[in-house]
Nanobody, 116 residues
Framework: QVQLVESGGGLVQAGGSLRLSCAVSGTIFSLNRLEWHRQAPGKQREWVAH???????NYADSVKGRFTISRDNAKNTVFLQMDSLKPEDAAVYYCASRAPTGVRSWGQGTQVIVSS
């Protein structure tokens, strides 16, 4: 069974930084595409960033240049470094692991609050 556990959320002032972590188990981590999504109150969940098995990254325009996704295959962990945070970045952040079969597994989410 695939399990993902996020951590690192919290309260930060606008302009500040947070680093989210997501520990993944129960899957061949190194082969999976790793993703971060977020959902703000009253809005649909939106994709934020992903990193493929070969290290290729892609970001939503709203976070490009401010957020950085990375992975540690030795620790089965994916990270999201968030810099220059804005109030509109406040949301519950979810990590996801997408296997080569296309099956996607989700974490439980970690909340990020950005005060202005």
């Amino acid at each position: 069974q695939v399990q993902l556990v996020e951590s690192g959320g919290g309260l930060v002032q606008a302009g500040g930084s947070l680093r989210l972590s997501c520990a993944v188990s129960g899957t061949i981590f190194s082969l999976n595409r790793l993703e971060w999504h977020r959902q703000a109150p009253g809005k649909q969940r939106e994709w934020v960033a992903h990193m493929t098995f070969d290290g290729t990254t892609n970001y939503a325009d709203s976070v490009k240049g401010r957020f950085t996704i990375s992975r540690d295959n030795a620790k089965n962990t994916v990270f999201l470094q968030m810099d220059s945070l804005k109030p509109e970045d406040a949301a519950v952040y979810y990590c996801a692991s997408r296997a080569p079969t296309g099956v996607r597994s989700w974490g439980q989410g970690t909340q990020v609050i950005v005060s202005s």
